[in-house]
């Protein structure tokens, strides 16, 4: 396999729609080698999961999209990949602010409840093969105000210190570096113990969404699609899918 450090290649853009959507053209075009990391100051059109909007002001926050070789997965495992870089992230984090860092299902990362980065990865197939991914990671670091969001928090929120993105990044690039290579050596099960040890909410009871009911659920394992799986109060276990069901405060 092709070495894929990351971030051997950085390429820094002022502004864009998307870096995500900037990476898929210049995946279309060949023009790009695995382990590359595209940075922008700005995205128009920033996406976040379930098909929002991810709002960051310019030059504050870091925002980055990562093309990696995803092929040695399948779509058994693919969840692995998800999980891997929610640790990095979470452990990263952690290092840079000595504060309990969590993550919470699928993979957004939280300090003191508040969510400080989020992850948005897009897979390529190639004949029903997985060929590649493009994993977009934003992280809240020096904004403060964030108009209409709830529960939104950043490490100058936190600390009150402004940071360097160049130094956040390189940082998180030695953690993500770390937890590839521990997935492509198909650790899967240190992978799986440390991503439940750090779950928001993990064994305990809370209450959950789904079609407008409210019911009480315990959560007792992310498997290995990524599907939240939960005990509910009559003893059943039952499965759920990333945008079936939310959890309430
Ligand atoms: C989420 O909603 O939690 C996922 C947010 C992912 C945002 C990042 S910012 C860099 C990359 N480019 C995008 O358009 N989205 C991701």
């Keep these: 396999m092709k070495n ?5 290649q950085i390429i820094k853009l002022s502004y864009v729609d ?22 922008a100051d700005f995205q128009t059109h ?16 870091l925002l980055i999209s990562i093309y990696f070789d995803s092929s040695f997965l399948n779509s058994e495992n693919i969840f692995f990949l998800s999980k891997a870089i929610a640790l990095a992230i979470r452990e990263c984090l952690e290092k ?17 409840g508040s969510k400080i980065a989020g ?3 897009e897979n390529q ?17 020096n904004q403060v105000i964030f108009s209409g969001q709830e529960n939104v928090i950043s490490l100058k929120n936190l600390t009150s210190k402004d940071y360097n993105l160049n130094s956040i990044l390189k940082s998180l690039c030695s953690s ?32 959950y969404e789904k079609n407008k009911i409210n019911f009480k659920g315990k959560l007792i394992k992310v498997d290995s699609f990524g599907k939240m799986v939960l005990q509910l109060d009559n003893g059943d276990k039952k499965s759920f899918e990333i945008k079936e069901v939310s959890l309430l405060k």
């Design 96 to 112: 840079i602010t000595g504060i309990k860092v969590s993550i919470k299902w699928p993979n957004d990362i939280l300090i003191n």
């Design 46 to 61: 920033g996406k976040g999961q379930r098909s929002s909007f991810w709002e960051s002001d310019k030059g504050l926050n």
């Design 18 to 39: 998307s870096t995500n959507n900037y990476t898929a053209k210049l995946v279309k075009e060949t023009k790009i080698s695995f382990g590359t990391v595209i940075m």
């Design 176 to 207: 993500l570096d770390t937890e590839f290579t521990r997935l492509r050596n198909f650790d899967f099960f240190e992978i799986d113990r440390q991503y439940h040890s750090f779950l928001f909410n993990y064994n305990k009871w809370s209450n």
């Design 119 to 121: 992850v948005l990865i």
């Design 4 to 8: 894929q450090s990351l971030g051997n």
């Design 125 to 141: 197939w190639k004949n029903e093969k997985l060929s590649s991914s493009i994993i977009g990671i934003g992280l809240n670091v």
